[in-house]
């Protein structure tokens, strides 16, 4: 793995140069300039009597899902253009034929496409919360627990995204894996409201295919919980809303399996980047 | 102690879906020698060279690379491969390419680059993006970086490829010039002519297998006449055509197919007693050409 320095930094200059990671840190500041003006706005004339806390537990409850479609959307653009677009390319063949190994391709290239993705996406969240405390100073639920799932989740997003980009079309792989996402979520979050009336037949039918959708594609799981670290601890909204469990990080067992589905996805890649014929 | 061969192969077989790529393939190349893969489309030479160099990943058998197997990586240390289509960044220069190639393989230096883009006559191309170039442009430059340095072994996939008459002089000369140096050449191409002005060794392959392979010099055919060159090739043919040969001539050569009965010791003592001038007398022998059409059609016929 002596190579692994040059290969990523050599892929890292590739994906500057095509500015793909510039548009999206473009539209992150678009995204983030919108932000601070609801959140100076709120700042100005939030309602009588409320708590700092509960006004960013509102922002961040109405912006954090949107970030997190631009921020998905991102993962899967960013970590589908790397080792595909070299494949396709036929310049993969050019770096396979010098004396490195497919394994210090693979991970120099992956690691800067994932590189990319973490970063526009510190850039996005990392704004989000740093407007959301400089307009309405709050205290977080837990940090670490934020910052853990936050990598959790984008490890989910872009092995799942390199993976299939090698089995299938890069678009398709694209189509596939936002589906994926947003079926996830949106039955993730019907599931923890469903969750609130046990014993309903579809409210046991929603948690089930909760349940299910959470094996299959386990990013929500990790997206959920960095939600809950970041949200305000011992908002009155936190409390009322607290009653159907919508604000509530995920199961160990759920975050477990997310890291081991990830790390599953990224091994099978790797082996499917070996045996791929190039050029 | 005899030199390791620069590439051993044994048994390498392709296949891409129903498609026999390539069948149960054995082949070994000496050092410094320059060897031609020849055939129709689709006759397996892209897969082998890609097989070899393990870009693709083949069915069976195992191949040597300067001694060391080529699944390990460091059987491409010292080895170049010029694919038949490079698709760099439009945005990249050759320069940015070689330096960003060379942070891996560090095996040449921009000066190297230098030298052999002013060889190959596109120094001026190296700061240029590859998307205001022209194909040409862009083989030259690319077939820069590829050979800069000292390669111990080259693969080149349709070297000639898209270049001008200019361009494809200068490949040759810079070949001729590598081979000399020692580097081993392996070349795919169509281009008969130009192979057979640089290659010592050639295989031909017919639907993924090799139909004939050894030097140039054992391969190709003696056809049944001489050839002659001569500053007075007009009178020569004459002087032949008096003594009962169906000479003709062409410019400075004067042909003389060999009639039954008289062998070319006859006609080299005819022609060294005319007095006539002559630089060259030679068996003709069928060139690259013919020597391809022969084999595709015999393996035609074999099948068929």
Known sequence: MKNLPSLFSVSTAHLLRRKLVLSAFVVSAGFLALYWLLCSQMSKHGGAGMQTSDMALGALFMTLPAAATLSSAFAFILGSSVLPDEIQSGRAAYWAALPVSRMEIFTGFGLSSLAACLSVSLFLFGGIVGITHACLPYVETSIPAAIGAFLLWHAVLWSSITLLSLLVHRMVAIIICFSAWGISTFLGGLAQVARAAPGESVARAIVTAGGVSAVVYPADQAFRTMVYGLLPSGAALDDMMAFAGAITGAPALQLGWAALAAILFTILAARRFAKSDLG | ?304
């Open chain 2, 1 to 304: 102690m005899q030199a390791l061969p620069a590439l051993e192969v044994y048994g390498v077989s392709k296949r891409y879906g129903r498609l026999q790529a390539l069948h149960p393939l054995d082949l070994i190349i000496p050092r410094g020698a320059v060897f031609a893969l020849l055939g129709s489309n689709g006759a397996g030479k892209t897969t082998f060279m890609k097989a070899v160099l393990g870009l693709v990943s083949a069915d069976s058998g195992r191949a040597v690379i300067n001694g060391v197997e080529h699944a390990r990586p460091a059987s491409r240390r010292g080895v170049r491969y010029f694919p038949e289509t490079v698709r760099f960044g439009s945005w990249a220069t050759p320069e940015f390419m070689h330096s960003q190639i060379e942070r891996i393989r560090r095996e040449s230096t921009r000066e190297d680059l230098l030298s052999r883009a002013t060889q190959l006559g596109c120094a001026d191309l190296l700061g240029r993006p590859f998307g205001r170039m022209s194909h040409g442009q862009t083989r030259r430059a690319a077939l820069a970086i590829a050979t800069s340095g000292r390669p111990s072994m080259l693969f080149l996939d349709e070297p000639s490829n898209g270049l001008d008459p200019e361009g494809r002089i200068l490949v040759r000369e810079l070949l001729r010039q590598m081979a000399a140096s020692g580097t081993t050449i392996v070349i795919n191409s169509h281009l008969l002519g130009e192979v057979e002005a640089v290659c010592s060794m050639a295989a031909f392959l017919c639907r993924g297998r090799v139909v004939a392979s050894g030097s140039l010099d054992t391969l190709l055919r003696y056809k049944g006449s001489a050839r002659i060159e001569s500053p007075m090739a007009g009178a020569l043919a004459e002087r032949l055509s008096g003594s009962g040969y169906e000479a003709a001539s062409t410019g400075p050569v004067v042909t003389v197919p060999l009639p039954e009965g008289r062998t070319f010791a006859a006609l080299t003592a005819e022609v060294a007693g005319s007095g006539i001038p002559f630089t060259l007398i030679e068996l003709a022998r069928e060139n690259l050409e013919e020597l391809f059409l022969r084999l595709v059609h015999s393996d035609e016929e074999g099948s068929g």
